[in-house]
């Protein structure tokens, strides 16, 4: 697995975004494409209607690495950013 040594991250906190991972890769190939982030953000939130445009840019500052799909250290670091800007915004 890829080095997430450095990220500040509770290991429970860790094993929790680990296993949503595994549960929105329906195909199990280690990757989420657009369609299974799709499925897993209407999951997490219900149905919403979010559009296209949105899915798009939300890959598109996910996967740093541009293959067209997410990994698990995209996913993580994706998490942790939105957990960081969470609590910037508490302040
Ligand atoms: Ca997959
Ligand atoms: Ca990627």
């Known amino acids: 697995m890829a ?3 450095n990220m500040m991250m509770a290991d429970k906190e ?3 975004l680990q296993n949503q991972f ?3 890769d329906k195909d199990n190939d280690g990757f989420l494409s657009i369609e ?3 499925d897993g953000v209407k999951s997490a939130l219900g149905d919403v209607f979010l ?3 949105y899915y798009d840019q939300m890959l ?3 996967d ?3 293959d067209g799909k997410i990994d ?3 996913f993580l670091t994706a998490a942790q950013n939105r957990a960081r800007a969470l609590s910037v915004s508490k302040l």
Do not use: R
């Open 3 to 5: 080095c997430i040594g």
């Open 14 to 16: 860790l094993n929790e």
């Open 22 to 24: 595994m549960k929105m």
């Open 36 to 38: 299974e982030l799709k």
């Open 51 to 53: 559009s296209q445009d």
């Open 60 to 62: 598109l500052a996910i």
């Open 64 to 66: 740093t690495n541009q």
């Open 72 to 74: 698990l250290t995209e």
